[in-house]
C-alpha cells in the first residue's frame, strides 16, 4: 500500500535572505517538528508563503523525529533530507504554576505581536493570550519572564498568569488573561501607568522595557506586559531613572515595541 502523505502546516518561519532558515510544522494535526534549510534552496517570497513552500519540500521521512535538515542532494541538485533525528529540545527550567496545558490543545487565533497570539481551548471559558518560543533561541526571554510573573504573582501588576505552555511535555511558554477594550498608553494615561510602575518598583523589579505598548490601559487602569527583560533591583536610583523616562516613552512615536494587532476585544 502506498504511504500516505502527510498534512503539513506551517506554523511559523524564521527566514535569513543569506544563511540557513528555520521552519517549525506540524505534521497530521498531531506532532510539531522544526526543520532548517541551507540558504539558497528557495526563493525568499516561497518561503514566506506557506502554500508556495509545502509542495516544494522533499517528502518528509517516516519515524519519531522532530529535528530536521533539508540541504541540496549533491548528485540531482534537488532539495532532501540531509538528516533526522530525535532531539531533546530545549526547554523553560522555571516552572511554577499548578496548570499545564499543551500546545495542540489550543487553537490559534490572531497574532498580537512576535511570539504572541490569541488562543482559545476547551480548558478556558473565554479567548487567553499565548506566549511562547518558536524557536530555540527564545527560550531563555521565555524562562525570564516566567520567573518575573511569579515575583508579581498576585500583586494586580500584569494579566493573570494562567499556567505554563507546553510541546510534548517541555514548557515553551505560558498563558495568560486576555484584557478586552484595552488600548496602549498614550501620553493621557501617565498617571495610571506610574501607579503601575511604582507598584512594581515597591516590590524592587525594574521593567527594562516601558514603551507605550508594553501598558495595557483598561477602565482608566493601567497593566504592564512584557517582563522578558525584567530583573530584581534594590537600587533607588536606577528604578528611579526608569520611572522618570516613562512620560517620554508614552509620547514615544516610533512605533518601537508596537503590537501587530491591538487588541479591540473584538
Request: aromatic share 10%; glycine share 8%.
Amino acid at each position: 500500500m502506498p504511504t500516505a502523505v502527510p498534512e503539513i502546516q506551517l506554523l511559523q518561519a524564521s527566514i535569513d535572505k543569506e544563511g540557513e532558515s528555520h521552519f517549525r510544522f506540524l505534521i497530521d494535526n498531531k506532532s510539531i517538528k522544526y526543520i532548517v534549510t541551507d540558504a539558497g534552496l528557495y526563493s525568499v517570497d516561497d518561503m514566506c508563503f506557506a502554500p508556495a513552500l509545502i509542495p516544494l519540500l522533499p517528502v518528509f521521512p517516516t519515524g519519531n523525529w522532530n529535528d530536521g535538515h533539508i540541504a541540496r542532494n549533491s548528485g540531482t541538485g534537488q532539495p532532501c533530507f540531509a538528516r533526522v533525528t530525535r532531539k531533546q529540545l530545549p526547554s523553560v527550567s522555571h516552572s511554577w504554576h499548578a496548570t499545564r496545558v499543551d500546545y495542540l490543545e489550543l487553537a490559534m487565533q490572531k497574532k498580537l505581536r512576535s511570539k504572541v497570539y490569541e488562543a482559545t481551548s476547551a480548558r478556558f471559558d473565554s479567548t487567553v493570550v499565548a506566549k511562547f518560543a518558536r524557536f530555540f533561541w527564545e527560550i531563555p526571554f521565555l524562562n525570564a519572564e516566567t520567573v518575573a510573573y511569579q515575583w508579581i504573582e498576585g500583586r494586580g501588576i500584569a494579566p493573570e498568569f494562567l499556567g505554563h505552555l507546553t510541546e510534548e511535555g517541555r514548557v515553551i511558554g505560558f498563558l495568560m488573561e486576555r484584557i478586552t477594550d484595552g488600548h496602549h498608553a498614550s501620553p493621557k494615561d501617565l498617571s495610571s501607568c506610574q501607579e503601575i510602575l511604582s507598584k512594581l518598583h515597591r516590590l524592587g523589579i525594574k521593567h527594562g522595557d516601558i514603551n507605550k505598548h508594553n501598558f495595557i490601559i483598561h477602565d482608566g487602569r493601567a497593566n504592564l506586559l512584557d517582563f522578558e527583560c525584567a530583573r530584581k533591583c534594590e537600587d533607588r536610583e536606577i528604578l528611579g531613572e526608569e520611572f522618570e523616562m516613562l512620560a517620554e516613552r508614552l509620547g514615544d512615536t516610533s512605533g518601537r515595541g508596537g503590537s501587530e494587532v491591538v487588541d479591540s476585544g473584538s
